[in-house]
């Protein structure tokens, strides 16, 4: 009797307890960090369970502190935490230091040392932000909700590169190339994404050109045959950054290199408003993750109490659902965010008639909705 009154005593005073590295990195990335940390903790209590943080070094602070945009220490304690968690990297301050002593060589390093080859992009437009969208509310029509999954440690950002000469000329060149097995994962991936989805995956190359897509486009359809569910097209690059803009519900996954990717996502993150909204996750097919807005470190802005914060916390939500598990408190924080956008806004989503809130109010206000108050 007395010990199963001490075993149920442990279980209500031990929580679960996740470790997660912080890298707040530079510009508006301490601001935005911070908020989502608030945001973390207040589902943490609500759901039963709690986070150590640790703070590491990488992008520009990393430079100024140590000369390394990425220490090995924050290597090293990357690869012990149970997720990541950054701001974003880079400024004016560090771009004319050579390629690889620059903060986004940081970033690139750690996607890369941690084997992050997965990179998980949501365009999904927010109720309240559809008139904040510069697409038109007809081409938009009644839902919009893209999943661009990015291929993140392979291509053109980490093939051979260097400086050379053409015709006498002084010249630079860089190389994109993939194996099968870097296709075959990435795609795999995306089908899994797209079964939990509409089932519906657009694989998007530049295989009238290259020949590194053509492999990717073989590939793709090869894999296909694993998932007879899913229905599978093909699009050029070009063609489908037009699309995206001409009629981006036809979309439900898309799966793509590193560098299509990183444009694509961009122009996807604009239809659903603002930039500043969209989240994401890079997955090395462990529960290891990180997790980062898409937007960069918005320099211009940094200090000012104006940056929204609203992706960075979207990203910690995409944390508890890919590396913890924890749906129910992912669910609580998107819904937290949906109802915190009909009654506030920062400046880059201003609305008339609703009132427009710093970046701190803004945490504290889709913290407490997280709570539950
Ligand atoms: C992104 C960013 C990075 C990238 C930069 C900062 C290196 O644009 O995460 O999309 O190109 O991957
Ligand atoms: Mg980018």
């Known amino acids: 009797m007395a010990e199963n009154l001490d075993e149920k005593l442990n279980e209500v005073t031990v929580l679960k307890n996740y470790n997660i590295v912080v890298l707040r990195g530079d510009g508006i990335g301490p601001e935005i960090v911070a908020e989502a940390i608030k945001v973390l903790d207040a589902a943490g209590e609500r759901f039963g369970f709690q986070f150590t943080y640790d703070e590491q070094l990488m992008g ?66 927010f109720e309240p932000l559809k008139s904040a969208s510069p697409i038109k509310d007809s081409i938009i029509g009644d839902q919009l909700d893209i999943l661009v999954v990015r291929e993140l440690t392979g291509g053109i950002y980490f093939g051979e590169r260097g400086r050379c000469e053409k015709n006498g000329a002084p010249a630079a060149y860089d190389t994109e190339s993939y194996s099968v097995p870097e296709i075959e994962r990435i795609a795999r991936v995306a089908f899994d994404m797209a079964m939990k989805r509409g089932k519906k995956l657009t694989s998007v190359d530049k295989a009238n050109v290259l020949e590194s897509s053509r492999l990717w486009r073989e590939t793709v359809i090869r894999i296909s045959k694993e998932y007879p569910e899913v229905e599978l097209n093909h699009m050029y690059v070009d063609n489908c950054a037009m699309q995206l803009v001409r009629n981006p519900a036809q979309f439900d996954v898309i799966v793509t290199s590193n560098m299509f990717g990183d444009i694509l996502s961009d122009e996807a993150s604009m239809i659903s408003g603002s930039i500043g909204m969209l989240a994401s996750a890079s997955l090395a097919g462990s529960s290891l993750g990180l997790y980062e807005p898409i937007h960069g470190s918005a320099p211009d802005i940094a200090g000012q109490g104006i940056a929204n914060p609203l992706a960075t916390i979207l990203s910690v939500a995409m944390m508890l659902r890919y590396s913890f598990d924890e749906a129910e408190a992912a669910d609580a924080i998107e819904a937290a965010v949906d109802e915190a956008l009909r009654r506030a806004r920062t400046p880059d989503i201003k609305e008339d008639g609703i009132p427009v809130v710093s970046t701190g109010e803004m945490g504290d206000l889709v913290a407490k909705l997280t709570a539950g108050e």
Do not use: H
């Open 60 to 125: 520009g602070c990393a430079i100024d502190a140590t000369g390394e945009p990425l220490p090995q220490q924050t290597i090293d304690a990357c690869k012990q935490a149970d997720s990541v968690l950054l701001g974003a990297v880079g400024g004016w301050k560090w771009d004319t230091l050579p390629g690889s002593k620059r903060p986004e060589a940081g970033l690139l390093g750690i996607r890369s040392a941690l084997g992050l080859y997965a990179n998980l992009r949501p365009a999904k437009i």
